[in-house]
């Protein structure tokens, strides 16, 4: 035990010196966002009721999809600079690996995360009818989805430019669906029905319904989404550990 937890440690300490020298793609999906609140808050305001809550909440969800890219790219660029068959020869196993690399990004996205929401409540002007804690499992829970499905994409996809693809596409795809832009009662009928296939619709209700202070609603959908991670999870272990991780299918 004692063994597993210093190599976890040493990866993620090498981990985090990568992210801090590479900030760039961070303060992006940090500030866009907020440019974003500021400018689409007033338009909000006069269509949608609730409207506050609707612009912080969906530019948040958006926008961290987006950095699903920051996740995948911790694991992808190891096997695109050839150092991730010498980490498997390691005692590491794969999952201290993906322990180790997860845990400076995980940081991030709840980095990402906390100061969306300061912004949206300092700035944008949302007030939180519930408690704290709430908003903070609903962050929690959703910045462990989008890591154990960031490392799922970085198992299975050949490139960066691949990768840079589907979490553009899927970040618009998942949270357009999910009602970020747009309330999913807004959305056309056909559209409503399949909007809970969406993780984006489930983080958005229970961002939403953390501020309400609905403790049901958040941990119902808190419960949904860990299931999410959990199987995205096992999937990139799975992945990794048959060889999918190798530079050679680059």
């Known amino acids: 035990m004692i063994g597993s937890m210093r190599r976890i440690a040493a990866l993620a300490r090498h981990n985090t010196l990568l992210r801090v020298r590479d900030p760039g793609p961070f303060l992006s999906y940090l500030l866009m966002p907020m440019l974003l609140m500021a400018v689409l808050k007033p338009l909000y305001l006069r269509a949608i009721p609730g409207g506050t809550s609707q612009v912080a909440t969906g530019m948040l969800v958006m926008f961290s999809v987006l950095a699903l890219h920051i996740v995948g790219a911790a694991t992808l660029s190891e096997r695109g600079w050839h150092t991730w068959e010498r980490l498997r020869a390691t005692r590491a196993t794969v ?56 490392a799922a994409l970085a198992a299975v996809v050949r490139s960066h430019g691949e990768l840079h693809a589907i979490c553009d596409i899927g970040a618009l795809a998942v949270t357009t669906l999910g009602g970020a832009l747009v309330p ?67």
């Open 95 to 150: 999952t201290e690996l993906l322990l180790g690399k997860s845990i400076p990004v995980y940081a991030v996205l709840l980095l990402q995360q906390v100061t969306l929401t300061g912004y949206g409540i300092a700035v944008i002007g949302v007030r939180p009818a519930g408690a704290w804690w709430l908003l903070a499992v609903a962050i929690g829970v959703w910045g462990a989805t989008l890591l154990a499905i960031g």
């Open 184 to 250: 999913v009662a807004l959305l056309p009928p056909w559209l409503q029905q399949v909007a809970p296939l969406s993780p984006g619709y489930w983080a958005l209700t229970m961002l939403q319904a953390a501020i309400r202070g609905d403790v049901h609603r958040t941990l119902t959908a808190a419960g949904l989404l860990l299931i999410v991670a959990a199987v995205a999870g096992v999937v990139a272990c799975a992945r990794l550990s048959r060889g999918w991780g190798r530079a050679t299918l680059l």
